[in-house]
């Protein structure tokens, strides 16, 4: 059965650095999103992204995040500069068109120091 | 936005009880609801969802009913084992939005 893959599985930064996480949605899979989870709490959704560009933000998702599908397999999240409290666990989904359901990867643990 | 309330704290149980775990959320118009479980070391999986008043979502003996009347959508299982651990999270999807507005998830123990 097909899979949303992320890599690294860990990543460990020094604050200030850029990071870049990247994921494989479900190869037929149109809508692409991003949820992070602080360590003891909810998953939080960041963004969303359909037909190149981005559908629907929070308001974690600040200007030092960005989405890209640099090619037609890859879906990545860049934190430019990283801070303390972006030390979480990053979750990568991907869905059909006209299906609600929302398939997750495995997250990638981001730990900055 | 849309928001969603469980209940607090781990749920501890032995083998062979009945698990409840409420979910009430908050959410314009009429949401689609669902139910996701992270088992240790994983990702979110999708363990059931509904996207109307009434219907009731199944999978692996686990059961939740929409319940528009009380915004609930409480998950039910009659007899959980040892696998059934793993940490368990309700999020509504208002139509129209993107976002999956998760809870805070219950960390569920079940031991033999």
């Known amino acids: 059965e097909p899979e949303v893959t992320q890599t690294p599985s860990h990543q460990v930064t020094q604050m200030g650095q850029e990071v870049i996480l990247r994921c494989v949605p479900i190869?037929?899979?149109?809508?692409f999103y991003w949820y992070r989870q602080i360590l003891g709490q909810k998953v939080e959704f960041l963004v969303s992204?359909?037909?190149?560009?981005?559908?629907?933000k929070s308001e974690i998702f600040d200007d030092q995040f960005s989405v890209e599908r640099p090619d037609g397999s890859n879906f990545t999240l860049k934190i430019r500069s990283t801070k303390l409290e972006d030390s979480a666990m990053y979750f990568c989904?991907?869905?059909?068109?006209?299906?609600?359901?929302?398939?997750f990867g495995p997250g990638t643990r981001l730990l900055v120091l | 936005g849309d928001s969603v309330t469980q209940m607090e704290g781990p749920v501890t149980l032995s083998e062979e009880a009945f698990l409840t775990i409420n979910c009430t959320y908050t959410?314009?118009?009429?949401?689609?609801l669902f139910w996701y479980v992270q088992y240790p070391g994983e990702g979110l999986q999708l363990l059931l969802k509904?996207?109307?008043?009434?219907d009731k979502g199944s999978n692996k003996g686990f059961e939740a009913t929409y319940r528009k009347e009380t915004t609930s959508f409480h998950l039910e299982k009659g007899s959980v084992q040892v696998s059934d651990s793993a940490v368990y999270f309700c999020?509504?999807?208002?139509?129209?939005?993107?976002?999956?507005?998760f809870g805070k998830g219950n960390q569920v123990v079940v031991i033999p």
């Open positions: 989904a991907s869905s059909r068109p006209g299906q609600e359901t929302q398939y």
């Open positions: 190869s037929n899979h149109l809508y």
């Open positions: 992204f359909y037909n190149n560009e981005i559908s629907e």
């Open positions: 959410a314009t118009g009429y949401p689609s």
């Open positions: 509904a996207t109307k008043a009434d």
């Open positions: 999020a509504p999807r208002t139509y129209g939005n993107n976002r999956l507005a």
